[in-house]
Structure formats: structure tokens, C-alpha cells
């Protein structure tokens, strides 16, 4: 998996390539109790420690070394199962058809490919007419089978393994948008339908659930999936009932035909059927003619993903002919009718440097990660802010920490929180520093202030920042007098404050390093247009 590579660590324990590394049955093994553990953490605790790109890379590496030597795969191999089992938090709850997972491509290539290989399954030759598919977003929450009995609530269950989920009969009950009676002529239904579809937690609703979280003092949710997982896998409703989830409903099915219930043939059907029964369908769910026209939807998805209010990691493209379903059948984990288009990641894992503290024009000490560079949502990040000494406590993170960056759109690079199954022994929790590391002088924060000041008006750290401020676009609009040349003009003793910069003349500039005579008269023409 390309991703995983380039400069940055991953959080896949892979050795460097100057390890004597171990044999393929032993990193299959390795890979194997690895995968167990973050499935685990992900699917039980609701408290992973990686990000979904590595968990992946780890599933892509024992899949790759599976399919190259097959005597490695064992029957219990996560590449061949969902999931993981359901928690002895809650009871057993059967799924009379199996909630399945999806194959993954994640690019226009690999998604021709599929198309093409579906076509060839199908028996379809070149010239035949262009399949017709219905895309849904793919919503990042947790999966849910909702029965219905004669058209009135009856269960609720996890996915659990696949096979046998997590009764939260009680917890689905408690969500605003889900009907306890079907909007439908019972007598028109099979005995029990499931319906299908994800619950999650609204981006809004989110970032309330976290602030609550930080006044209660209690441990933030890296996510909303995580949070919308943890607050339906609750074993007091009621505390579901206070967490404003939500869900979009994507399929259903019966024990009719072991199918799709109720669609006159087609999923796009089965989608109106469900919405007009009171389900929340999702809006910008669209049925396209051919390959082209699901990638074209893809791209244009993936464009407005951060505008949805809820989050998303890709599209499900399927098939919308629900005769080709039972044709296509499935392999041991996924259907062939159906496939996930991943879009790339906006979490990675790389290493924290170390914690440094830059001082503003105000004084205020704020305490950023020096980062491994590490290419995540289509940038490469190698600095992000920590905010204040309450934040790194909180997040608890630590200098050598294997951490987690998060990038997300236009959205300033965050540092989610460390790896802690990978933190090494003896690692110290961070102090603040006591000193300014420009000037020297005290650091003080006072009660009552989430912010740490140095207090030393004469700090050059902090002239530089106010000049450099005064400089800057939002203010006098100096072009070319950036914060380097500022510290380069502070150190030389030509400007001690903004004042200075408008007795600053072309032969003051010539003996500076980086200035020549084109430079220097571009200075100083610009700081003359701005007087
Ligand atoms: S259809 C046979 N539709 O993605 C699988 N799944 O990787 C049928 N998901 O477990 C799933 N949005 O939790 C489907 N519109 C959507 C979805 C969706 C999110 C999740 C679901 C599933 C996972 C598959």
C-alpha cells in the first residue's frame, strides 16, 4: 500500500529495510495478532489507536503475503472474516442473513477493474450495454440490522463478526430517526425485514459531545465514528439517549429470498421504499449509467465531503439490477455486486520530535509538535500547534511518541494523540518549560488562564512577532518584509520597533546577508508605499 510508505513511520511494526527481517511465516503471525488487537481496540473498545489507513496497510500486507504463499493462510485469518466477535457487554444477536463487508478500490483504475471483472462474471461481453449503479456515500459510522416485525421495531444488533452481533435493541430505540412503526400497509411486508444502515454521530453533535466531555473531565472521542460507537454501545440506554445519533438506512433485506425485500427488482427501489416508510435515506444518494459516470460521481463527492455536516471515507457503488445479485454471489467476506471507493486518508501515524514553545506578539507561550513529515490530506505536515499546556496534558502526548495527525481539507493539521501501544518504556510526560527559549526569562501562566505568557516586554521574541505583525498583509502590507527578514533586520540592530522599519535606507540593507541591489530598493520602495 503506497500510502503507507514515503517519509513519516507507520504504525505497522514493519522493519526497516536494514532489519534482518523476520520470515514470511512469522510476520504472518505477527501480522495476524496485530490485526486481532487493533480490530479489537477498534470494534469492541471504540478506542483505536490507528488510524484507518494503517489498520488497512496491516490487512493489505498479510493479504499480499497470503496470496504469494497460500500455506500461510489459517481459517480464522482476518482476511477472511468481518469485524470481530461480539463484546460480552451485550447479549447474542444472530443475523438471519450475514452483515457482510465491502471490497475497496481507490482509484479510477482499480475501479474499472472491478467493473470490467463484474462485467466478465456476468458473462457480459465488451459490447454490451452499461451497467446501471447506484452510489451512496459511504458513511463513516458504526453498521446496524434493524428488524422489523410486522412492520412494528422489534431488534437491533451490531455487525459483531459477521454472523452474530451485539443486541442494542435498547440504544437503537432511543434514536430520534428511527421509526418505531414502518410508514407502510403492514400486510404488503414479509413476517421481518432487516433494514440495514449506519448510525453516526453529526459533525455538530460531535463537537458538542467533546466539549462536554472536556468540562466533565472525561476522555475525548479522537472521532466521530469512535464516539458514535462508544455512545451506542452503551449499556444504559439513557446515556444513548443523550448523545443526538443518527442514521441512514442503505438496504434491506428478508429471509424471502435471502435478498432484498420489497424492491421490484431494483436497489433504487428498495431505497424509495424505504424512505417512505419513514427511514432516513440518504440525499445524495444517485443512480448512474456506467463506470465513468460513478467515478465522475465519486471525484464530485469527494469534493463536498467536508461540506456534509456528518463524515464520510468513500462511496459504496452498487450494482442497482437486484437479479445480478444472487449471479454475483460473494466471497468469504464481501459481495461481488457491491464495492467501497476509499477516498485517500486523512489520519496518519509519524513520530513527535519534540514539543517546542513559540512566543507571539503578546507574549503567549503556545506549545507546538515538531513532526516526522508525513504526507496526510494532501499536504505534507510537519508542524502542528498543541495549543496550550492543558492540551498536551489532556492528549497526553509525549516527545519520541508515535502519534496520530489529522489533516482534514483546509482544516490546520491537529495531532490526535499517541500510539500508546507503541509508546516505549520510560518516556517522560511533557513539561512545560519554565524559561522563554528566546529571551530567557520567566514563563508565567496565571490561575484561572489556559495560557502561559513570557512576561519580558523587552523579549525579542516577541518584538520580532509585533513588527513582523505590523508588516504583515492583514496590517501595513510590507511586501518582502516576511518574519525572516524582520529577525534578520531585529539581530543586525536596525529596527527595534515598528518605527524603525521607515528609517531603514537602501545602504542599511546592502551588508545584510540575501540583499542585493534589487532587493534592498524593492524594500525600501515598499516600505515607502506604505507610509
Ligand atoms: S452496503 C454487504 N452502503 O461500510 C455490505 N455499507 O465496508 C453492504 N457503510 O459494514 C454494505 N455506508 O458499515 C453499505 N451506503 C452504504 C454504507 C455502508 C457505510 C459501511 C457499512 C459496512 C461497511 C463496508
Redesign the pocket.
Known amino acids: 500500500m503506497s500510502e503507507a510508505e514515503g517519509p513519516g513511520e507507520s504504525a505497522t511494526g514493519r522493519p526497516g529495510p536494514s532489519d534482518a527481517g523476520p520470515s514470511e511465516a512469522e510476520r504472518a503471525a505477527e501480522l495476524r495478532d496485530l490485526i486481532a488487537y487493533h480490530a479489537r481496540l477498534y470494534h469492541q473498545d471504540d478506542a483505536p489507536e490507528i488510524p484507518d489507513a494503517d489498520y488497512d496497510a496491516l490487512v493489505d500486507e498479510l493479504a499480499a503475503l497470503e496470496a504469494a504463499h497460500p500455506e500461510l493462510v489459517t481459517p480464522d485469518s482476518p482476511t477472511l472474516t468481518v469485524g470481530a466477535p461480539a463484546s460480552v457487554l451485550f447479549s447474542p444477536a444472530p443475523h438471519r442473513v450475514p ?4 471490497d475497496k478500490v481507490v482509484s479510477h483504475e482499480d475501479l474499472e477493474a472491478w467493473g470490467a471483472r463484474t462485467k466478465r462474471l456476468l458473462g457480459l461481453g465488451e459490447e454490451a450495454e452499461e451497467l446501471e449503479f447506484v452510489c ?4 463513516d ?3 446496524i440490522s434493524i428488524t422489523y416485525a410486522a412492520g412494528r421495531y422489534a431488534r437491533a444488533a451490531t ?1 459483531g463478526d459477521g454472523r452474530v452481533g451485539e443486541d442494542v435493541t435498547e440504544n437503537v430505540r432511543t434514536i430520534e430517526s428511527v421509526p418505531l412503526v414502518l410508514a407502510v400497509d403492514a400486510s404488503e411486508l414479509p413476517d421481518e425485514i432487516d433494514v ?1 444502515g ?1 448510525v453516526y454521530l453529526p459533525i455538530s453533535a460531535f463537537e458538542e459531545l467533546n466539549a462536554r466531555q472536556e468540562d466533565a473531565g472525561e476522555r475525548l472521542f479522537a472521532n466521530p465514528r469512535n464516539a458514535a460507537a462508544g455512545s451506542l454501545r452503551q449499556r444504559d440506554a439513557k446515556v444513548t439517549a443523550g448523545r443526538a445519533l443518527a442514521i ?1 438506512a ?2 434491506v433485506v428478508s429471509d424471502v429470498d435471502g435478498g432484498e425485500a420489497g424492491a421490484g427488482g431494483r436497489h433504487s427501489h428498495s431505497l424509495e421504499l424505504l424512505r417512505s416508510a419513514g427511514l432516513p435515506v ?1 440525499g445524495e444518494t444517485e443512480r448512474v449509467k456506467g463506470l465513468e459516470a460513478v467515478y465522475r460521481y465519486c471525484k464530485e463527492l469527494e469534493s463536498r465531503r467536508h461540506g456534509l455536516g456528518y463524515e464520510i471515507d468513500g462511496v ?1 457503488v ?1 450494482l442497482d439490477d437486484l437479479s445480478l445479485y444472487g449471479r454475483l454471489g460473494a466471497t468469504s467476506h ?2 461481488r455486486w ?1 464495492v ?1 471507493y476509499k477516498f485517500p486518508p486523512e489520519e496518519r501515524t509519524t513520530r513527535l520530535e519534540a514539543i517546542l514553545v513559540s512566543i507571539g506578539r503578546t507574549g503567549r507561550a503556545t506549545p507546538f509538535a515538531k513532526l516526522t513529515p508525513v504526507k496526510v490530506g494532501g499536504s505534507t505536515v510537519s508542524l502542528a500547534s498543541l495549543h496550550n499546556e492543558d492540551q498536551v496534558a489532556l492528549k497526553d502526548v509525549r516527545e519520541g511518541d508515535l502519534v496520530v495527525v489529522r489533516k482534514a481539507g483546509d482544516v490546520i493539521p491537529e495531532v490526535v494523540g499517541p500510539v500508546l501501544a507503541e509508546r516505549a518504556p520510560g518516556l517522560a510526560p511533557w513539561r512545560f518549560p519554565e524559561r522563554c527559549p528566546i529571551c530567557g526569562g520567566s514563563l508565567v501562566r496565571l490561575e484561572d488562564e489556559a495560557d502561559t505568557y513570557c512576561v519580558n516586554l523587552e523579549c525579542p521574541g516577541q518584538r520580532l512577532q509585533r513588527i513582523a505583525h505590523f508588516a504583515s498583509r492583514g496590517a501595513m502590507d510590507i511586501e518582502g518584509l516576511g518574519e525572516r527578514r524582520v529577525w534578520q533586520l531585529v539581530e543586525a540592530g536596525l529596527v527595534n520597533d515598528a518605527a524603525d522599519i521607515y528609517r531603514l535606507a537602501e545602504p542599511d540593507l546592502l551588508g545584510l546577508e540575501g540583499f542585493a541591489d534589487l532587493s534592498a530598493r524593492n524594500l525600501v520602495t515598499a516600505i515607502d508605499a506604505s507610509r
Open positions: 452483515m457482510m463487508s465491502l451512496e456515500p459511504k458513511i459510522g458504526l453498521s455487525r440495514r449506519e441512514f442503505y438496504q440518504n459504496v452498487k464481501a459481495p457491491a467501497a
